[in-house]
């Protein structure tokens, strides 16, 4: 038997939700229908309907693949969040996403169910690449693809920019109040930034429009953490083990979670603080400790790792050599994050090795080590100049940047080609050729990219050369012995 409505019965009790998914409405849109979804937002959200009701489930889109709207449609919206501790796994079924939509299919759907009053918040995980906005110039970038598509064609959207205006354009016309966007992706500021690229794309196809979402929406920014494996078969048989039924939604994650928002919700909002969300004034101090002190590790872990043949953050964390390259990229960017009142960075720190430790969690690096150009800036490229600025040493940057480098080049230790999954691949496929086995040169090429290093990080020659003395040791040596070297 498979999960949904009618078979939910035989779920373990302790399992089940604590309330009746048909007692309560839709109040939320949300773009990017992935595990990390299903894992954070909408377990929040499960958690938020139990403790206090109210009409706040959520049609979930799927902007691009069909697999999983088709399978959470089949299952009524339910699926199986097994949580994976060190001491066992502990799941429980989800019922908050009440209607799974794939966008593909059907494009229509979205800004439809934008311009519902009933819906009174967005939230969006699409990624970094997908929203199309340059971060510099706090503007839509008319270059990128599917922003460039959505402006030719913007009764007819597909992408991230083009949806929302489109939306909020019929919801204008109707005369409905707006709702608040929620971005909760990796981005800096991620509530500014949105609506700065929003701002841009309406003002280019109707400056009324632009004027009313610059007055009546409200875009709060948002920290989000949790460890996400993309679900796999192991996945689902786990989940068919503790439910007794088949489920062909089940996502898998760690047992930590984190939420910090900031509370500015006009149309109101979920009781999100039920799940253990944090409700601040201003989110960019918890913003900078999480990219600098989690997801910079993680950049490191991902490219070294790779490259040193370990599948697993946990492999990683197994080499003690490579465990201890990383916390002293922690204990570097933690001089960089500024006091937090509310966090024990040491504590926060030592949660986080204990996190990437984790047995139960088979997190790939090479899934995190996409996007790179997208992530580098904010996750590794801001701390190392703020360290140069104060006089810390830089070398935990340098070696992270250096294993990015070598990562870039697109060929293993074994000379094996594999895809860099970054959205300026063929750029950086185009400056490495001919250059892989000259670390200066490679360097310099990688430094020159348009748009990507800070001109104060890439001609400070202390930096610079930093970085160029341990891409030599893994150009030539390889990775493994830079990992030791460096350690040493």
């Known amino acids: 038997m498979w999960l949904d409505l009618s078979t939910l019965n035989h779920v373990p009790s302790d399992m089940r939700p604590a309330y009746d998914p048909a007692a309560h409405g839709t109040g939320i849109l949300h773009l990017g229908l992935g595990a990390f979804h299903r894992a954070h937002q909408a377990a929040y959200t499960d958690a938020a309907l139990a403790r206090a009701g109210g009409d706040w489930r959520i049609a979930s889109v799927s902007l691009r693949s069909t697999d999983t709207a088709d399978a959470l449609g089949a299952q009524d919206g339910l699926y199986t969040l097994i949580e994976r501790g060190a001491e066992g796994d502990r799941a429980r ?147 068919a083990e503790l439910l007794g039924l088949d489920d062909r939604a089940a996502v898998e994650c760690e047992p930590f979670e984190q939420w910090v928002i900031e509370d500015r919700f006009p149309a109101g909002r979920p009781a999100w603080e039920a799940g253990g969300a944090i409700f601040v004034a201003d989110v960019a101090p918890f913003e900078r400790m999480k990219l600098r002190m989690l997801n910079g590790p993680h950049s490191l872990i991902a490219y070294a790792g790779v490259l040193a043949g370990h599948e697993f953050v946990r492999d990683v964390m197994a080499d003690g050599d490579l465990a201890r390259l990383v916390d002293r990229h922690m204990q570097a960017a933690a001089r960089r994050v500024g006091e937090i009142a509310e966090i024990d960075l040491d504590a926060y720190r030592a949660d986080l090795l204990q996190r990437f430790s984790n047995p139960a969690i088979a997190h790939r690096t090479y899934q995190i080590a996409a996007d790179g150009t997208q992530k580098l800036p904010q996750r590794v490229l801001a701390p190392a100049l703020d360290a140069l600025d104060a006089g810390d040493d830089p070398a935990a940057f340098a070696f992270a940047v250096a294993a990015w480098m070598r990562y870039a080049t697109g060929r293993s230790e074994a000379g094996k080609s594999y895809a860099l999954n970054d959205p300026r691949e063929a750029e950086i496929r185009a400056v490495t050729e001919g250059r892989e086995g000259d670390a200066k040169a490679l360097c310099a090429a990688l430094m020159d990219l ?35 070297r460096e350690a040493a």
Not at 205 to 233: G, Q
């Open 93 to 239: 079924v989800i019922a908050s996403v009440a209607e799974p939509i794939a966008a593909a299919r059907n494009p229509e759907a979205t800004p439809a169910r934008l311009a519902d009053p009933a819906i009174r918040i967005v939230t969006l995980t699409v990624t970094e690449k997908a929203y199309g906005i340059d971060r510099e110039a706090m503007d839509v970038d008319p270059d990128h693809a599917q922003v460039a598509a959505d402006l030719a064609a913007p009764r007819r959207p597909e992408g991230v920019l083009g949806v929302l205006a489109e939306g909020l354009r019929r919801r204008r016309e109707a005369g409905h109040a707006a709702p608040t966007i929620l971005c909760c992706d990796n981005l800096p500021k991620n509530g500014a930034l949105l609506r700065a690229g929003l701002l841009g794309f309406a003002r280019r196809v109707d400056p009324d429009l632009a004027e009313w979402i610059a007055e009546t929406v409200a875009f709060p920014s948002s920290m989000v953490d949790r460890i996400t494996p993309s679900p796999t078969e192991e996945t689902r048989s786990r989940a």
């Open 450 to 484: 348009p748009g990507l290093f800070p001109r104060a990080l890439s001609e400070h020659e202390g930096f610079r050369t930093a970085v160029e003395t341990r891409l030599s040791v893994m150009v030539e040596a390889g990775m493994p012995a830079a990992i030791e």
